[in-house]
């Protein structure tokens, strides 16, 4: 049964940076990996994708500079580096994995396996 669990979330300063993992079980072989964030009231947003041969791709051109993803074979968990944290970064954030091999749209139908999230609350 594949798994996906985030941690690392919590209450940060704005400026302040973190770093959300998602780590994966029940499946060894590597598949495109995602993380989105969905803030109240809003829809889910897709944030970044990395694919098994580490091809990342943005989905949102405004994460580029503060949002970092990367994954750990050794450890089969994927990381999301946030730096420069703002108070509009506040949300529940997911981890996703879709099949194939490449990264696909940023639409969440294109993910078949979801974690439960982990909060991110940016406030001074």
């Known amino acids: 049964q594949l798994r996906l669990v985030e941690s690392g979330g919590g209450l940060v300063q704005p400026g302040g940076s973190l770093r959300l993992s998602c780590a994966i079980s029940g499946e060894l072989t590597e598949r495109p990996t995602a993380w989105f964030r969905q803030a109240p009231g809003k829809e889910h947003e897709g944030i970044s994708c990395?694919?098994?041969?580490?091809?990342?791709?943005n989905y949102k051109d405004s994460v580029k500079g503060r949002f970092t993803i990367s994954r750990d074979r050794a450890t089969n968990t994927v990381y999301l580096q946030i730096d420069d944290l703002k108070p509009d970064d506040t949300a529940l954030y997911y981890c996703a994995r879709a099949g194939g091999e490449r990264c696909p749209g940023p639409m969440r139908r294109e993910y078949t396996y979801w974690g439960h999230g982990t909060q991110v609350t940016v406030s001074s």
């Open positions: 990395i694919s098994p041969y580490s091809d990342v791709t």
